[in-house]
């Protein structure tokens, strides 16, 4: 149902208007009467009807001003200039406004009718074209990433299948130009690694700090393409680059329980330049892994430390080069990963008898309660309440074979604060009581 204001200070012509409206065009219709210019404009604010019919000559404010008024907070409205003969020139004052229609006083049942249906056709029209226009934005939107991706594989890899680097980045309405590349890589092992969160969680992150180009997950990295803004110099990209960076980095660990490894390649141009970005990116990617560090190409460039590649490698070398570099990332964090489980496991044989939460552990080693969770069970072999159990419950029979100390002392001892719960505990866990446990006088 579509709203049409009615503004005239007559009431029955008001009230005439309206009948038309609602014989002829039945059910079609909410109709607002505003009976001057004032509360004309006031009732399109507040209720923002479709068609407006407006009378020339009003008490207060007239007509052409209350319609410049409307036309201004309802650029998408029908508006209608109703006046009589002796005011026929107002309505050349109206078309500036985009008055099309003009009704001349007193308006014909069949003239007003034949009217307000065209003017309702041209809603309907514009209601499907709307409609249609959101539709293809959407299914436009849902193909971005896809193109997204296809570009980003054309500058990592030089995979062509089809339209160019250059096509596609203008149908993206995103120029080769001035641009960097930063990899995050994926150390550790598959399992521990939800592909699909850190592809979204990385992707939302990159797209809130601008334009850019974000790739699938490859070979256990994904890239990202940023473009430097207008009127930024070299050094406030830089700056700015590892401050995204960082920011990559935390939050992905934070969202995900995934530490990635950050490199930036430098500043270039052309399908060729990000391609060259992508590579630094890839083997800046591979430093400062041991303590989740950001590291910008142009920064080993000067050091050229051990493994730097060099900057005239062929084409197939770089991606020979790309995945031992990938590797080397992975047998790093693995070798660090079994560390921060010694470091753990040391710590928790201290401190069993005390109260003690994962939390506290992951603290211990500085990781994410979630992402410390997965690898300690995937390199213990069991969760970290059955590996605590288990010290407690070692403990509480060795002391129990000791004979010093009462039942309820080995429960307070080995760090349960209830008796009963501690029992269900060590029947669980040896499938005895405590109590039988001692009556044997020796292991089960």
């Given at each position: ?194 592909r699909t969160a850190l592809y ?62 950050i490199g930036i390649g430098t ?108 690898v300690f069970k995937q390199h ?65």
């Amino acid at each position: 149902m579509y709203r049409l204001l009615i503004a005239d200070d007559e009431e029955l012509e008001r009230q005439g208007l309206e009948w038309i409206a609602r014989r002829m065009l039945p059910d079609v219709f909410e109709v607002i009467h505003a009976e001057n210019g004032r509360r004309a404009i006031e009732l399109a604010e507040e209720r923002r009807p479709h068609i407006v019919l407006m009378d020339v000559q009003m008490p207060g404010i007239q007509g052409i001003e209350a319609l410049r008024e409307i036309r201004r907070l309802l650029p998408d409205a029908k508006l209608v200039l109703v006046t009589a003969y002796d005011y026929f020139s107002y309505a050349q004052e109206a078309m500036p406004l985009g008055v099309k229609e003009y009704v001349v006083k007193p308006a014909g049942r069949e003239q007003m009718a034949g009217l307000l249906r065209r003017l309702v056709d041209e809603l309907d029209r514009e209601k499907d074209k709307r409609s249609e226009e959101l539709e293809l934005r959407s299914k436009v939107s849902s193909l971005q990433p896809l193109v997204e991706n296809e570009l980003a594989l054309m500058l990592m890899i030089d995979h062509v299948r089809g339209a160019s680097p250059a096509e596609l980045s203008e149908w993206l309405g995103f120029p080769l130009i001035d641009c960097r590349c930063l990899v995050a890589a994926v150390p550790g092992p598959d399992s521990a690694v939800d592909r699909t969160a850190l592809y979204e969680t990385v992707r939302r992150i990159a797209k809130s700090h601008g334009p850019c180009i974000v790739s699938s997950i490859l070979e256990r990295h994904l890239a990202v393409f940023r473009r430097r803004p207008p009127q930024t110099s070299d050094d406030e990209w830089k700056e700015e680059a590892v401050r995204f960076g960082e920011k990559l980095r935390d939050a992905v660990l934070d969202q995900t329980g995934t530490r990635l490894s950050i490199g930036i390649g430098t500043l270039r141009s052309g399908a060729d330049g990000l391609r060259s970005s992508y590579f630094e990116a890839v083997f800046a990617s591979t430093f400062d892994v041991r303590d989740g560090g950001v590291c910008l190409f142009e920064d080993l460039k000067q050091a050229k430390p051990d493994g730097y590649p060099g900057d005239d490698l062929e084409r197939d070398d770089r991606r020979s080069y790309v995945m031992s570099a990938l590797l080397r990332i992975r047998e790093i964090r693995e070798e660090q990963t079994f560390s921060v489980i010694d470091r753990a496991k040391a710590y928790i044989r201290r401190r069993f008898a005390e109260e003690l939460s994962l939390e506290d552990v992951a603290e211990h080693v500085h990781l994410n309660p979630f992402y410390f969770s997965k690898v300690f069970k995937q390199h213990v072999g069991e969760t970290f309440i059955d590996f605590l159990t288990g010290l407690r419950i070692d403990r509480a029979k060795e002391l129990i074979e000791e004979g010093r100390l009462s039942l309820k002392e080995i429960c307070y001892e080995v760090g349960y604060k209830d008796p009963n719960y501690f029992s269900r505990v060590f029947k669980k866990v040896t499938g005895v009581a405590p109590s039988e446990y001692r009556s044997s006088g020796s292991p089960s």
